[in-house]
């Protein structure tokens, strides 16, 4: 069983930055991807962004040359650095992990940018 716990979202305006974090239990490395999703009001939930286990990334196009996903193996934790916030950004974001296929998911946490 994976545990994620999301830290770091708030209130920013925009073209602000904010940087999610995702503590994980257990070793990150070997899970088969993690990721960060997010569902606004109203929507479905969405891939922000991915990073597999061997480091291959990929994001949404909305977002792509703003947000940038790391991992640190070491302290088990993913990252979600975001630059030039949009409104249209606002969103729960929600950690997931891929362990063995079964996925699992965070809590989420709420980024409200504003215009």
């Known amino acids: 069983q994976v545990q994620l716990v999301e830290s770091g979202g708030g209130l920013v305006q925009a073209g602000g930055s904010l940087r999610l974090s995702c503590e994980a239990s257990?070793?990150?490395?070997?899970?088969?991807?993690m990721g960060w999703y997010r569902q606004a009001p109203g929507k479905e939930r969405e891939l922000v962004a991915r990073i597999a286990r061997y480091a291959t990334t990929n994001y949404a196009d909305s977002v792509k040359g703003r947000f940038t996903i790391s991992r640190d193996n070491a302290k088990n934790t993913l990252n979600l650095q975001m630059n030039s916030l949009k409104p249209e950004d606002t969103a729960v974001y929600y950690c997931?992990?891929?362990?063995?296929?079964?996925?699992?998911w965070g809590q989420g946490t709420q980024l409200t940018v504003s215009s």
């Open positions: 257990g070793n990150i490395f070997s899970f088969n991807a």
């Open positions: 997931n992990a891929v362990d063995n296929y079964i996925n699992y």
